[in-house]
T-cell receptor, first 116, second 114 residues
Framework: EAGVTQFPSHSVIEKGQTVTLRCDPI?????LYWYRRVMGKEIKFLLH????????ESGMPNNRFLAERTGGTYSTLKVQPAELEDSGVYFC??????????????FGPGTRLTVL | GDSVTQMEGPVTLSEEAFLTINCTYT??????LFWYVQYPGEGLQLLLK?????DKGSNKGFEATYRKETTSFHLEKGSVQVSDSAVYFC?????????????FGKGTKLSVIP
């Protein structure tokens, strides 16, 4: 069974440009999460999808970030326009049944974003 | 709000040494506690978990006990190997209804030398 995959693995862009990150969850997982780790700091929750609906987007830093999950399969996270402070590693995770309190979240390898 | 504090790294140990990585948390109610590990070039993997007070999670020789009285979940291993070199993250998930997000510590980088 394939794990969570993310694309690209690295992205280097200039301030003001747009970048789109993609996450493919484990097949059959209705729950999809985005997290971000800024260098030297904690991994922070961004948002949670259940199928195509945003269940919790309390961690989204501002309106330059737009997450979508059309059709309830893969998800994209767009940053437009990118700022220097957006640099970090963006992780995606998925879980089978968010309704179970003990359900494990499986993480992808992350996308390292560098904004110059 | 919820928070997790873990010892700052990096930690360098010789093979077969004893490992302790301290983790304390702040949360309301009865959170579930986790240790995740990230090997070089890979995503985070769940290492072990505990869902209630006094539970002990264990996996691959690692152990951690959920101590509610000290709000701690310290990670231990009796004899580390070079293959244990990785970044270790302590995390919690709140017990609140509808709460699925994980709250992480900053991570501790472990290097084990032969």
């Amino acid at each position: 069974e394939a794990g969570v995959t993310q694309f690209p693995s690295h992205s280097v862009i200039e301030k003001g440009q747009t970048v789109t990150l993609r996450c493919d969850p484990i097949s059959g997982h209705d729950n999809l999460y985005w997290y971000r780790r800024v260098m030297g700091k904690e991994i922070k929750f961004l948002l949670h999808f259940v199928k195509e609906s945003k269940q919790d987007e309390s961690g989204m830093p501002n309106n330059r970030f737009l997450a979508e999950r059309t059709g309830g399969t893969y998800s994209t996270l767009k940053v437009q326009p990118a700022e220097l402070e957006d640099s970090g590693v963006y992780f995606c995770a998925s879980s089978q049944d968010g309704g179970s309190f003990y359900n494990e979240q499986f993480f992808g390898p992350g996308t390292r974003l560098t904004v110059l | 709000g919820d928070s997790v504090t873990q010892m700052e790294g990096p930690v360098t140990l010789s093979e077969e040494a004893f490992l302790t990585i301290n983790c304390t948390y702040t949360a309301t109610g009865y959170p579930s506690l986790f240790w995740y590990v990230q090997y070089p070039g890979e995503g985070l993997q769940l290492l072990l978990k505990a869902t209630k007070a006094d539970d002990k999670g264990s996996n691959k020789g690692f152990e951690a006990t959920y101590r509610k009285e000290t709000t701690s979940f310290h990670l231990e291993k009796g004899s580390v190997q070079v293959s244990d070199s990785a970044v270790y993250f302590c995390a919690l998930r709140s017990s609140g209804a509808g709460s699925y997000q994980l709250t992480f510590g900053k991570g501790t980088k472990l290097s084990v030398i032969p």
